[in-house]
């Protein structure tokens, strides 16, 4: 026989409900603790994404304009947007201007006006690194004047270099940056003599 509401059902006790809420927090609480204790060690080849120092490439927001970060490292290997890995160092942000720069926010499309790109050295290797930027493609053929950084973020962020470069045309290319890492992961001989880096496809 169906009983019938009387809308007098008795209270649920709140004494309950923390309790039965603690036990979820306990059972998944417990589950991360077992999901952390996993003695999985890393893969060969997993590099950890920790990074040691951070180059940073900006251009006037809104700018039209391609500008490419060019990085070499001790041993030649260059890190660029066909070659976005190569050794220690990773481009992790290629920048093309205003081309692709539109996103969907809550379905309205936003145009990204922030032009920047990121290289990212992951590991001390003792010896000379050259930042480049080029400026590969252009919309409207203004001179564009990119701004450069570099921070050793480990053990603690010190910007091993700033500046700028002045690109006046389409294909010219600049070094902002030489800096050579010791043994030790400490910086010296941070210097600005040219070096071309882009290779003439």
Known sequence: MRRRRTGREPEVDPFYDMLFNMLIA?????IVALLAMNPKALKAGDIPSKAEFIVNVSWP???PDDIDT???GPGGDTVWFRAREAGLMH???DDRGLKGDVIVVNGRQVVNPLNTEVVTIRGIEPGEFTVNVHYYDTADGLPVVVTVSIIKVNPRADIVFYG???LARKGDEGT???FTVLPD???ANVNTLPKT???RL
């Open 61 to 63: 927001d809104g700018n």
């Open 185 to 187: 992961g400490s910086v």
């Open 176 to 178: 902002a940056a030489r």
């Open 164 to 166: 700028q470069v002045a």
């Open 91 to 93: 481009l992790d942000r």
């Open 70 to 72: 060019w990085v070499q």
């Open 26 to 30: 306990f059972v998944f609480c417990f």
């Open 197 to 199: 880096l882009v290779q």
